[in-house]
Each structure stands twice: as C-alpha cells, then as structure tokens.
C-alpha cells in the first residue's frame, strides 16, 4: 500500500501544485529551447519554483520532467540524458517536498500516435518504462500520466509504470468542450477515459489543462458517473488565455477561483490543483479552502 493512496483513504482533499510550463517561461526559458534540460542547467530555477508551491500549501507537488521522454528529447538531441532529467527533476521536487510532501512525478504524452502509425506500442512503453524507473530510483511517490488524450497511449504508460515500478500511478486527460460535451483530441469523454483507466489498474484519474476551474465541475461529475470510489485528481488551467501586448493573459485570477473551489470540492474530488497560467498565489487560494473543508470533517 502506498502511503498517498493511505491518506487519500481518510477522506481528506490534498492540494497539488500550479503551472510548471507558464512558470519557467516567466523565469526566462525561450521558446524552442527544451523546459526538461534546466533540471541540469538551471537546477536553482527550477528548485524555486516547486520551493514556492510547497510554501504556497501544496501536499503534492510534481516534477519539471513533462516532455522527458525520448521522442521529445530527441528533438534537442538530448535522448541520452533522459534518465539524468528525470532523475535530477525528482531530485528537485524532493528537495523542496522534505519527507512529508509528496512528489508525483510529471510524465507527458510522446507527441506520437498509434493510430497514425508514428510509432510502435513497444516503443512508447520503452520510453516510459525508462522514465518511470529514473523516477522510483530518484524517490518519486507517484507518477502522474497527465494530458493525455488517447487512451492507447495512455495504456502503455500505465502498463510500463506498474511494471516497472511499485509507484502509485495518476492519470489525467485533457478534456475540450465541443458542442458534442467534452471530449479529448481523439474523442474520448470522462466516462470512457475513467471505465478504460480503471481497468488499465490506475490508482487516481482525472483531468488537467482545459478551459478553465468551472468545467472541471461538469468532467468531476461525469467521472462519477462511472466510479463513485476511484480517487479524483483536478489541475485546470486559469482559464484559457488571450494574448495581450505578446503576452499569454489568463482570465482565472486568484480571487476569482474562490467562488469556484468549494463547488469543485463539493463534486467529491480528491486532489485540486492547477495546469496552465496558475501560480503559487491560486495554489494558496485552494489550500486555505481545501484546509477549512478538511477541518470540518476530521
Ligand atoms: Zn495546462
């Protein structure tokens, strides 16, 4: 039994952390250059960022190791060093988390699909397989398969994870609002991604980036709809940005996600964080509610 999965027993909802991606760029990563590489370059940047959600209330936070995966470092020719990133950016979390935080550790999708043949199911599990080892040596708690939106490839990340690893295993997708209801760039909704997850063996599921707090509601819900026990685990995005004066503006400030948090925690989920554009400052936003509802049950 892993110890997460222990205190998400009891009830209580924990807090993750905010963007990682919005974050780095704020500290001067340039676009077209690899976010995973800073974990050995910039070790110092990236330590105060997963510092600042851990000061901020975060009980989970995750690892600068999104895009880590073979296909994605090879672009920047950096695929040989993929079990040097992963660990360094576990190493980082680590040292922010202490002992009593958990790191769950960032794990993306390829950029690959099965289904247009670009690549084979043996070659994303070695990829994931690879990162997921360099996370359990380096002392990740969890590993959180995050937006992700096909459910073949999320398939083979679960599968490499569990058996590879004794780390608990996060899944979350990433949900558009289509006038169809919500769906993931290969048309999956929440009830399909939860029945297909579950069985695939995952511990926690749920959903990140998107538009925005609010329709995390409507995705909680339907989730439920297919599992009223399985561990729930939400990271919106502050709304979807516009751009103002070459700058990504998000909508979904602090304050205005105030009103938004206790209905989401009333829809039965389990862990609240945030994806694009949040900061520590929403992060502190969620823990001072999410502290006040765990008060109320103990
Ligand atoms: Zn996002």
């Known amino acids: 039994m892993h110890k997460i999965s222990e205190l998400l027993e009891t009830g209580k909802v924990l807090v993750s952390d905010g963007a990682w991606g919005t974050y780095l760029f704020k500290k001067g990563l340039l676009s077209g250059t690899c976010p995973?590489?800073?974990?050995?370059?910039?070790?110092?940047?990236v330590l105060e960022i997963a510092k600042s959600y851990i000061n901020a209330g975060s009980d989970i936070i995750s690892t600068n190791s999104f895009g880590a995966n073979v296909f994605k470092l090879s672009q920047y020719n950096l695929s040989e060093k993929l079990s040097d990133i992963c660990r360094s950016s576990v190493e980082i979390s680590r040292r922010a988390a202490g002992k009593d935080k958990f790191v769950m550790a960032?794990?993306?999708?390829?950029?690959?699909?099965?289904?247009?043949?670009?690549?084979t199911s043996d070659e994303l599990y070695d990829s994931f397989r690879q990162q997921a080892i360099a996370f359990e040596t380096s002392g990740a708690d969890a590993v959180c398969i995050e937006t992700f939106y096909a459910l073949d490839e999320a398939e083979q990340a679960i599968k490499a994870v569990k058996e590879n690893t004794s780390l608990a295993v996060f899944c979350t997708f990433t949900f558009d609002k289509t006038k169809e209801g919500f769906n993931t760039l290969t048309g999956i909704t929440p009830q399909q991604m939860t029945e297909s997850l579950i069985l695939c063996g995952a511990d926690v599921v749920g959903a990140n980036c998107g538009s925005g707090f609010e329709d995390m509601i409507e995705i909680v819900n339907m989730i439920r709809l297919v599992s009223s026990r399985i561990p729930i685990?939400?990271?919106?995005?502050?709304?979807?940005?516009?751009?103002?004066?070459?700058?990504?503006?998000?909508?979904?400030t602090p304050e205005k996600i105030k009103e938004i948090i206790p209905k989401i925690i009333d829809t039965g989920v389990n862990i609240i964080g945030g994806c694009c554009g949040t900061t520590p400052d929403h992060i502190k936003v969620i823990a001072e509610i999410v502290n006040r509802y765990n008060q109320k049950i103990k």
Not at 36 to 45: A, K, Q, S
Not at 106 to 119: A, E, H, Q, R, Y
Not at 236 to 250: F, H, K, R, S, V
């Open 36 to 45: 995973e590489e800073w974990n050995l370059t910039h070790y110092d940047d």
């Open 106 to 119: 960032s794990l993306g999708p390829t950029g690959k699909f099965l289904i247009m043949g670009d690549v």
């Open 233 to 252: 685990l939400i990271q919106a995005n502050a709304g979807l940005p516009t751009i103002e004066n070459g700058n990504l503006i998000y909508s979904e």
